[in-house]
Antibody
Framework: QVQLVQSGAEVKKPGASVKVSCKAS????????INWVRQATGQGLEWLGW????????GYARKFQGRVTMTRDTSINTAYMELSSLKSDDTAVYYC????????????WGQGALVTVSS | QAVLTQPSSLSASPGASASLTCTLR?????????IYWFQQKPGSPPQFLLN?????????GSGVPSRFSGSKDVSANAGILLISGLQSEDEADYYC?????????FGGGTKLTVL
């Protein structure tokens, strides 16, 4: 069965960086895009960007350009999202989600990774 | 102004129908866009429900009951998620989403209460 398993919770200081992983199983990793979406406590969903694991091509939300980097390691079927220059309002649950390219059918999601930014 | 606007809350009775709206910003016409809908329950990631562009271009999520359906109100420039035969388990947050200007845009979400 398709699974996306994310790394655990992180606590970071303002100005630091965080790297969240998303390990895929149960399907061909390079056949679907990976998107990253975050959600602050009690708030709505916010899209950070997408990555094509086959080519490594990425697209980032304008708000995060220059601060977010999405990469992958196809040898271990894992996608990564790194967010730098962290601020307190980056505190959120970060989700990865799988979708067929060119669609928003985010049919499979990771369990989420809580990132807390606090001094 | 946000690209997608949803009412923050909606209440409906068990067995009734609920119509959740997702209004596009003025100048963005709903008729050509695919609108996606997600359900999220507390402590869980969102779940894909369905997408809808037209009656001939739509997709139901795997295992999603047929009482969840999509449509559009072109006059209101809105996508609609219709839930019929409401059940207590439908109580959740619902988000719409669309692709606009190379960005996946989410609506702010509607909290549906079934009481």
């Amino acid at each position: 069965q398709v699974q996306l398993v994310q790394s655990g919770a992180e606590v970071k200081k303002p100005g630091a960086s965080v790297k969240v992983s998303c390990k895929a199983s149960g399907y061909t990793f390079t056949s679907y895009d990976i998107n990253w979406v975050r959600q602050a406590t009690g708030q709505g969903l916010e899209w950070l960007g997408w990555m094509d694991p086959e080519s490594g091509n990425t697209g980032y939300a304008r708000k995060f350009q220059g601060r977010v980097t999405m990469t992958r390691d196809t040898s271990i079927n894992t996608a990564y999202m790194e967010l730098s220059s962290l601020k307190s309002d980056d505190t959120a649950v970060y989700y990865c989600a799988r979708n067929p390219s060119l669609t928003g059918d985010f049919e499979y999601w990771g369990q989420g990774a809580l990132v807390t930014v606090s001094s | 102004q946000a690209v997608l606007t949803q009412p923050s809350s909606l209440s409906a009775s068990p067995g009734a129908s609920a119509s959740l709206t997702c209004t596009l910003r003025s100048g963005i016409n709903v008729d050509t866009y695919m609108i996606y809908w997600f359900q999220q329950k507390p402590g869980s990631p969102p779940q894909f429900l369905l997408n809808y562009r037209s009656d001939s271009d739509k997709k139901q999520g795997s295992g999603v009951p047929s009482r969840f359906s999509g449509s559009k109100d072109v006059s209101a420039n809105a996508g609609i998620l219709l839930i019929s035969g409401l059940q207590s388990e439908d109580e959740a947050d619902y988000y719409c989403m669309m692709w606009h200007s190379s960005t996946w845009e989410f609506g702010g979400g509607t909290k549906l209460t079934v009481l």
